[in-house]
């Protein structure tokens, strides 16, 4: 019922930016917090940033105060800037939304993925 693509991962040197995008689409009653996880080689998937349909966000302390997640809820979209990345910051990102479909209760999906390294 609902679709995410994202876009914007990619190669960059330490110190680097990234803007990640994750665009959803599909008949649904309502977008309620959207979200970003990442997952690099040998871990687990952790949370990384997530933005409530009211505004309020959540930060990992691992990425508080470099990275800041955003939303546009008539393009059905979130984002997550990157800034100052470090080597630890490489791992494949995941898109994640929990949503209210037309017949209620709450379902949640996830994105493809989208690699993003930091190397010099």
């Known amino acids: 019922q609902l679709q995410l693509v994202e876009s914007g991962g990619g190669l960059v040197q330490p110190g680097g930016s990234l803007r990640l995008s994750c665009a959803a689409s599909?008949?649904?009653?309502?977008?309620?917090?959207m979200g970003w996880y990442r997952q690099a080689p040998g871990k687990q998937r952790d949370l990384v940033a997530r933005?409530?349909?009211?505004?309020?966000?959540k930060y990992a302390d691992s990425v508080r105060g470099r990275f800041t997640i955003s939303r546009d809820n008539a393009k059905k979209t979130v984002y997550l800037r990157m800034n100052r990345l470090k080597l630890e910051d490489t791992a494949v990102y995941y898109c994640?939304?929990?949503?209210?479909?037309?017949?209620?209760?709450?379902?949640?999906?996830w994105g493809q993925g989208t690699l993003v390294t930091v190397s010099s």
């Open positions: 599909g008949s649904i009653f309502s977008i309620n917090t």
């Open positions: 994640n939304v929990v949503y209210t479909p037309f017949q209620g209760g709450s379902l949640e999906v």
């Open positions: 933005i409530t349909s009211g505004g309020s966000t």
